[in-house]
């Protein structure tokens, strides 16, 4: 965005007119691509979602790259700040996986077409010279974390030792990542009944021989109630 410079080459704060314009355009953005595919979302079709101008566009974006790196990254920034205090307010290794996994699928129903449409970007979504838009890292960093969490309370005595939490960790987000595919495919899927069963399975694959997470046993109850 050209107004972003001062002449002495310093970057300046947005005014509030532009840092909106920009979220009106993006949401656009997010919106077409999730309709239509990265291939059909050309910057005159998202300028027409967003009732503005390809020039509009220009101005506050170097290009349509430009433009879908700032999607994915602010999905993933959206993403940390929702998990974060909820896996943080969890005590128990048990809890924060169940955290982990719910709070997952409840930011993809909430973020449904901005989810959407990252996936097709990260499928689909190719530079002028044939890079990838998405950055693999964010994927692989959140793998990485999910790790680090499996082996601290491996280590802690509250998950089971013998499992790989590598191979763990990668089973958990691969699960998690084909969601966002079926949801496309089943708009009413319910992912409040999806993530329960999921966190209940983990919670299985991952407790120590003999114990049971109260958590768990909380849910059975509240869906026998049901």
């Not at 989810?115 to 044939?130: F, P």
């Amino acid at each position: 965005m050209r107004s972003e410079i001062n002449p002495d080459g310093q970057r300046k704060g947005r005014t509030f007119i532009e840092t909106a314009r920009r979220a009106q355009i993006m949401a656009a953005a997010v919106d077409t691509i999730a309709e239509l595919g990265f291939g059909q979302a050309s910057l005159a079709r998202i300028a027409e979602r967003a009732g503005t101008s390809k020039g509009v566009i220009l101005y506050h974006f170097s290009g349509k790259d430009d433009l879908i790196r700032e999607l994915v990254a602010e999905l993933s920034a959206k993403g940390r700040a929702y998990m974060g205090p909820r896996l943080e307010a969890e005590p128990t290794g048990a809890g924060m996986l169940r955290a982990y996994i719910e709070s997952n699928l409840a930011f993809v129903r909430e973020n449904r077409n901005h989810v959407l449409a990252t996936v097709e970007i990260a499928l689909n979504g190719r530079s002028a010279d044939g890079s990838p838009l998405y950055d693999m890292s964010i994927r692989e960093s959140g793998t990485a974390a999910l790790r680090e969490l499996l082996v601290h309370f491996q280590d802690a005595g509250e998950f089971r030792a013998d499992f790989d939490p590598a191979v763990m960790a990668m089973t958990i987000r691969a699960t998690l990542d084909a969601v966002p595919a079926r949801l496309a495919r089943d708009p009413d899927l319910d992912l409040g009944h999806y993530g329960r069963e999921l966190a209940d399975l983990f919670d299985i694959a991952t407790r120590p021989e003999g114990s049971r997470n109260p958590g768990a046993a909380t849910h059975e109850q509240s869906a026998e109630e049901t």
